[in-house]
Structure formats: C-alpha cells, structure tokens
C-alpha cells in the first residue's frame, strides 16, 4: 500500500459545527503532516508530527486541532471556523521528517458557510 | 530564510513542444533537498523528484528532465513532446537537510506555474 488517504473528500460545516478530517497512511511512515491549500497558491504547512509526537505547530489557530492517535492516522478536528478557512486541506507522509520526500494524499475541499 | 521562485505564472503550449520550468532558490543551508510536485485538477500533489544539493547531476526519467545548477541556485525542469496529461500546476519546493529544530520537515514552496498543454 503506497497512499496516503483521506476521508471525506468534501466537507460543507457551518460555523458552530464541530466535524474531523481523518487522514491514514500504511507505509510505515513516521512524520505525517496537514497542509492548508487556497486556490491558486502553494500548500501552507500547518501542524507536522513525528513518531506520533507534535513537532512543528505553525502557529495555527486553536480551532484547529491536530491529533494523531497511532502511527498511521493522523485526524484534524475543526471546530469554531470561519468562511476563511474554506480550503484544500491536504495531508501527506514521509518515512521521517529529516527524509522529507512527503507523499500526500488526495486532500478534503472543505467549504465553511 | 528560504525563498523558492517561480517566475512563470502560467505557461500555455500546444501538444509536442517542448516546455521548461524554471524554479529558482535562496537559501543559507550548505545542504538542501530540491522538489517537483505536480497537482493536477484532482488536487493531489504528486511526488516528480527530489535532488541533493551535493549531487549536481541532471536527471532524466522518460519525457520528463531535471537541470540542477548550484551556481546559479537554479533547478528547471523541462518536459519533452508535451501532452494534454501534463497540464497542471507545477511547484518547485526546498527543504534543509540536518537543520534540526524547527526546520525539520519544512518544505519552502514556490508559488508554483500554471501548465495548460493544449490538443
């Protein structure tokens, strides 16, 4: 198995909603990352874990909340957000974080009404 | 600080020709990892190559080319015979190597070069 998944594909939440992304990878992997992408601009990091540890927060709001419950999962739970954050939200793995070669997955379109 | 550059915002080529990419880098690391990504309209990024910065070697693989130029801090990427396929959007990215700390798995991104290969 050479992917990273995630689930859903699209997500439509209104403010007050609190909903997850999940994302889960099989290859062994030990650094997973989440990304926020808006059209026609380049991935931003925002949180990276590695060996299942927090390891870079890139100073994200705290509506935001990364979790990472085992070495192949990583969620992203969203709560309180704004039509801003309406974006590509893409995770992605790498064997570690020093390696970098970053597989990522399909990403969640994620709309905020 | 890193800084990825890529001057070409959109590149519009007919089927066949050849087209070139060009990503241009600044960075105080000694040793650094270089970065394609295609993200077709499905949106996924998808993993082209990764270069060291200790290895200057140009790279082929089928119609795709990487030229890596440390002196210029240049590393283009050319596509051969062009197809319809090969539209997407193209980001050169970098990241340091043995930075330790918070750089650690950083990836820097260009802004990245709208492809459209037309029929």
């Known amino acids: 198995d050479t992917e990273v998944t995630q689930t859903p594909k699209h997500l439509v939440m209104g403010m007050t909603n609190k909903k997850s992304l999940k994302c889960e990878q099989h290859?062994?992997?030990?650094?997973m990352y989440w990304y926020k992408q808006k059209a026609k601009k380049p991935p931003e990091l925002m949180f990276v874990y590695s060996y299942e540890k927090l390891s870079i927060n890139e100073s994200v709001p705290s509506r935001f909340s990364p979790e990472c419950p085992n070495s192949s999962l990583l969620n992203l739970h969203l709560h309180a957000l704004q039509p801003e954050d309406s974006a590509l939200y893409l995770c992605?793995?790498?064997?570690?974080?020093?390696?970098?070669?970053?597989?990522f997955g399909p990403g969640t379109r994620l709309t905020v009404l | 600080a890193q800084k990825v550059t890529q001057a070409q915002t959109e590149i519009s080529v007919v089927e066949k020709e050849d087209v070139t990419l060009d990503c241009v880098y600044e960075t105080r690391d000694t040793t650094y990892y270089l970065f394609w990504y295609k993200q077709p309209p499905s949106g996924e990024l998808v993993f082209l190559i990764r270069?060291?910065?200790?290895?200057?070697q140009n790279e082929i693989s089928g119609r795709y080319s990487w030229n890596f130029q440390k002196s210029t801090s240049s590393f283009n990427f050319t596509i051969t015979a062009s197809q319809v396929v090969d539209s997407a959007v193209y980001f050169c990215?970098?990241?340091?190597?043995?930075?330790?700390?918070?750089?650690?798995?950083?990836?820097?991104f260009g802004q990245g070069t709208i492809l459209t290969v037309h029929p």
């Open positions: 990215a970098l990241s340091p190597i043995n930075a330790g700390g918070t750089s650690y798995g950083k990836l820097t």
């Open positions: 290859m062994g992997h030990r650094a």
């Open positions: 270069r060291n910065s200790f290895d200057e």
């Open positions: 992605a793995s790498s064997i570690r974080t020093a390696n970098n070669e970053q597989f």
